[in-house]
Nanobody, 123 residues
C-alpha cells in the first residue's frame, strides 16, 4: 500500500510561484508512474502533469505547458510540481497520484491518491 501526502499549497498572487511536494510512504514509488491532478469547485478532476517511473518522460496539460514543471526525486520517494506564472484559473485542490506500471491522462488510471492541497491564486 502506498500513502501519498501533498505539501506546499497556499495563497499566491497572479504571476507568482509555488512548489508542491508529494511524499510517499508505505512502499517505494520508484517503479510507479506519477501524476498531478487538480479539481476546482464544481468541476471535474483534471489532468495537470505526469512523469514516468524513470523520470525521463514528462507530460503536461496544454493549460499549464511552459509554466509548470513536474519532477521526482527517487531517492527521497518524492514528487514535485513547480508552478510559475500562476493564474487565477489555476485555483484548485491539487492531488498527486501513483500508477503502477505507467502514466496516464485519466484519474481512473491511477491506483493511489493523496488528500490534496489547496492552491489559491488571487488576481
Amino acid at each position: 500500500q502506498v500513502q501519498l501526502v501533498e505539501f506546499g499549497g497556499g495563497l499566491v498572487q497572479a504571476g507568482g510561484s509555488l512548489k508542491l511536494s508529494c511524499a510517499a510512504s508505505g512502499r517505494t514509488i520508484s517503479s510507479y508512474g506519477m501524476g498531478w491532478f487538480r479539481q476546482a469547485p464544481g468541476k471535474a478532476r483534471e489532468f495537470v502533469a505526469a512523469i514516468t517511473w524513470s523520470g525521463v518522460s514528462t507530460y503536461y496539460a496544454d493549460s499549464v505547458k511552459g509554466r509548470f514543471t513536474i519532477s521526482r526525486d527517487k531517492a527521497k520517494d518524492t514528487l514535485y510540481l513547480q508552478m510559475n506564472s500562476l493564474k487565477p484559473e489555476d485555483t484548485a485542490v491539487y492531488y498527486c497520484a501513483a500508477r503502477q506500471g505507467g502514466t496516464g491522462w485519466g484519474p481512473t488510471m491511477y491506483d493511489y491518491w493523496g488528500q490534496g492541497t489547496q492552491v489559491t491564486v488571487s488576481s
